[in-house]
């Protein structure tokens, strides 16, 4: 973070680093996406890990201003660049959370078709997602990579917002966003008091990743101190509906728990009650009994939010 960054810096700077493969400029007022993007189109073409901020654009709002949504995409603003072949791993800071901001992430998408991990980070913990940005995530079959790592931080995500990402993005093994528990969890008063009761919204919500085929890891990012009074959390009976839901879901975390997985197999003599047993309750993974172990977690506070995984680091 600098407030001196700008472009005549990346300018001057990038040309005589012909071997940069990696390149994170986060908060720097005078440097953001308008700047950074042809700097490194121009002059660092085979980067394969980049992370910049949206700042607001007055050149955006102009446009908003005089052309409808559907012209602004036509104009495919930052398409026209040059796409980066070798980028695997992209990091956007969202700092504004216009209609126009939406159109600019959108045009970024359509010509990285590499991308092995996406992260996007935004200002507004109860700012809905755009679906327009979902949809303009290269799906599979038209990326040349497959996007392994989903990062959805500081913002609300709905289940509709979900399915699309499903849909879109079928590679994805790790998923990170801010997991919807108060509506997956239902308090409602009996006569005989209080209780728990898992509505439809969870099921919805489970349904909805278990799309993605090979998610092993599912990461709540939402904040536990975001909110006033006490934070519903996810219980022993939510993570093993997720488990036995999701075919390879072996990992979650959420407030503070790490839930993993473990199997053991039975005798063949009671295989025919094992399997009757997971049909009835939905579940995908048969002839198995389900151990589900919460660990404390912590997480890694000396890495950077926009910084890869050790994991990401894919091929050329």
């Known amino acids: 973070m600098s407030q001196e960054a700008n472009g005549v810096v990346l300018e001057a700077l990038l040309p005589s680093l012909p071997h940069l493969r990696g390149l994170h400029v986060i908060g720097c007022p005078k440097a953001s996406h308008s700047v950074v993007i042809p700097a490194v189109v121009a002059h660092a073409p085979l980067l394969k890990e980049l992370s910049f901020t949206i700042f ?19 104009l495919n603003i930052l398409c026209s660049q040059t ?59 038209v990326a040349t990579v497959p996007l392994r790592h989903l990062s959805l931080m500081d913002c609300a995500v709905s289940i509709d917002t979900i399915r699309r ?32 009761s898992h509505v439809t919204f969870q099921r919805a919500f489970t349904t909805a990743i278990s799309g993605l085929d090979g998610l092993h890891t599912l990461i709540d990012v939402g904040d536990a101190h975001a909110s006033h ?18 075919v390879n879901l072996k990992k979650v975390v959420s407030d503070g728990r790490m839930w993993t997985v ?51 680091t894919s091929p050329s």
Not at 234 to 239: A, F, I, N, Q, S
Request: aromatic share 10%; net charge positive; glycine share 2%.
């Open 229 to 246: 009074g006490p934070r519903a959390s996810l219980t022993k009976d939510d993570v093993k509906f997720m488990m036995r839901t999701c």
């Open 165 to 196: 990402m499903s849909s879109r993005c079928k590679d994805v093994e790790r998923l990170e966003l801010p997991l919807p528990i108060k509506e997956m969890v239902f308090i409602f008063r009996s006569y005989s008091g209080y209780r728990s």
């Open 56 to 74: 607001v654009c007055p050149f955006f709002i102009q446009l908003i201003d005089t052309h409808s949504l559907q012209e602004i995409t036509s």
């Open 262 to 312: 473990s199997f053991h197999s039975y005798p063949d003599a009671i295989k025919s009650f094992i399997v009757l047993t997971a049909v009835f309750t939905q579940g995908n993974r048969t002839c198995h009994g389900t151990t589900i172990t919460p660990q404390r977690y912590k997480a890694n506070i000396t890495r950077h939010w926009f910084s890869p995984l050790k994991t990401d």
């Open 83 to 141: 796409p980066l072949p070798s980028l695997r791993h992209l990091a956007i800071d969202v700092r504004t959370t216009s209609d126009a901001t939406a159109v600019a992430i959108a045009s970024i998408f359509v010509s990285l078709t590499s991308l092995s991990t996406l992260l996007l980070k935004f200002s507004d913990r109860q700012f809905p997602v755009w679906n327009s940005v979902i949809d303009a995530i290269p799906p599979h079959g």
